[in-house]
């Protein structure tokens, strides 16, 4: 026989029900737990006929895509094509087609929204704490040490001395990397409808459905996921739980997800769901 492949093994197609994303359908079940359905259907505006699909069967599949490593509206067809994972869920997916015109219908989105304004356009009342802070390194060239000043506005009450008032500042140092790790791990370094005018609103409503994936995640792995895996990126979280491969089965009226991966697997499977299930609030 000759040798046509590196490796001997044979390519060959099935039938069964599998998905190779089994790990999602724990960030759905948080969703619908945290009620995200429910507040998307009324956010979001609603079909102009009685046949439409309403608003959360356009955002859930978007915000669902971004943790399992979707970049752009086409790789919704990822999604479109995991029939285990749509029998899970219990929801159609939405063609990239679809998808795109409803994105191009949303609105304004400044209308209504409150914007920032300018501290000298403000009643409240803010503390300006200014740092002192003189370099210890002296110059080769005999000049005096510099001074350097570091300024702080903050509305945190006066009861909170000004040590303390840095020390809370300071922790927000390290906002950079959430807003890298949002950029980049959800992709949002490329919008649809890129640099068009007329796909502005659009890209809005995208970046603000990453967003909210981005949060959705971060509330997941705290409140559900085992403690050493908060700092975990969702780059990790994309090869030790959500890229799982499973068998969906249906056994009289009951759906069964078989999970691969051995008794750790399912081990750590069965546990988030009982976090997840500890926090669910009906209705």
Request: with cysteine; glycine share 10%; aromatic share 10%.
């Amino acid at each position: 026989m000759i040798q046509q492949t590196v490796l001997p093994f044979k390519l060959e197609m099935t039938d069964e029900v599998l998905t190779p994303r089994a790990g999602l359908a724990l960030i759905a079940e948080y969703m619908h737990g945290l009620g995200l359905h429910r507040d998307l259907e009324q956010e979001l505006p609603r079909p102009g006929s009685g046949r439409g699909r309403q608003g959360a069967g356009y955002g859930e599949p978007i915000i669902l895509m971004h943790p399992g490593g979707g970049r752009r509206i086409e790789d919704l067809r990822i999604l479109e094509r995991d029939k285990g994972l749509k029998k899970l869920l219990r929801y159609e997916v939405p063609s990239v087609s679809a998808t795109g015109d409803w994105l191009r219908r949303m609105g304004d989105p400044a209308k209504g929204a409150k914007g920032l304004r300018g501290l000298e356009h403000t009643k409240e009342a803010f503390r300006l704490i200014v740092i002192k802070e003189r370099e210890l390194q002296l110059n080769l060239w005999g000049d005096k040490p510099k001074e350097r000043h570091h300024a702080v506005a903050t509305n945190l009450a006066e009861k909170w001395a000004p040590e303390e008032v840095m020390e809370w500042h300071n922790g927000r140092g390290n906002a950079e990397n959430y807003i890298k790790e949002s950029k980049i791990g959800f992709g949002l370094e490329t919008l649809p409808c890129g640099r068009v005018p007329s796909g502005r609103y659009a890209n809005a409503v995208w970046y603000r459905l990453a967003s909210i994936a981005y949060n959705v995640l971060i509330g997941f792995k705290r409140l559900c996921c085992p403690p050493e895996w908060m700092y975990y990126t969702v780059a990790t979280f994309r090869w030790r739980l959500f890229e799982t491969a499973a068998r969906v089965v249906k056994h009289g009226r009951r759906v069964i997800l078989k999970i691969a991966g051995g008794w750790g697997s399912y081990t750590l499977f069965r546990e988030i769901r009982e976090n997840i299930f500890a926090l669910y609030k009906p209705g």
